[in-house]
């Protein structure tokens, strides 16, 4: 990723939110008072004056599940030029990740987050790895100013649903 942005949104992509499985999102060290619904539900997200604030310390690990495959093609985060989120990492089907075993585990994709970036621009990850993703899990390692405290105001994912066969509807085929 290397800080790599999309100008504008491709073709084809969709923002994914309308296929996020709400009832097993997770974000470990989160304020209690601006949770990741703040900025990654619709209709919370475009509000400027709600946000996702980290609690202990700068870091973040947020677990976005999907309720069926997706392909990602690139992700936004929008952010204060201070606080806002510096190095994302993202994995691909990891559940269950805590702090004390994300570095345990190689990220699919590394994100350096410029001034920039924060103001929504998107940016693409590697594409070949997030293919057949049933769920996302994000660490945002370091905000931009190093300080205790990480904000973010808007979490958006691009990219595409992935046409699967429905097993159940198929007939079975009688040998003669």
């Not at 870091?59 to 309720?67: K, S």
């Not at 994300?102 to 970036?117: K, M």
């Amino acid at each position: 990723m290397s800080g790599e942005s999309a100008s504008v949104i491709p073709r084809n992509q969709v923002d994914l939110v309308e296929f996020v499985d709400w009832s097993s999102v997770e974000c470990l060290n989160q304020s209690g008072t601006h949770s990741l619904p703040n900025a990654l539900k619709q209709g919370y997200r475009e509000d400027e004056g709600l946000h996702l604030e980290s609690d202990a310390d700068e870091q973040l690990l947020i677990y976005i599940p999907f309720n069926q495959v997706i392909k990602l093609h690139s992700i936004a985060i929008k952010g204060p030029e201070e606080e806002g989120p510096k190095t994302v990492k993202l994995f691909v089907n990891r559940e269950h990740m805590g702090f004390s075993n994300v570095n345990d585990y190689p990220p699919s994709d590394t994100a350096i987050f410029s001034e920039d970036n924060l103001t929504g621009k998107p940016v693409v990850v590697k594409y070949v790895k997030f293919q057949n993703v049933r769920s996302l899990t994000i660490f945002i390692e370091e905000n931009q100013s190093g300080s205790e405290t990480t904000k973010v105001q808007k979490i958006i994912l691009y990219g595409t649903t992935v046409e699967t066969t429905d097993m159940k509807g198929l007939k079975k085929i009688e040998d003669h």
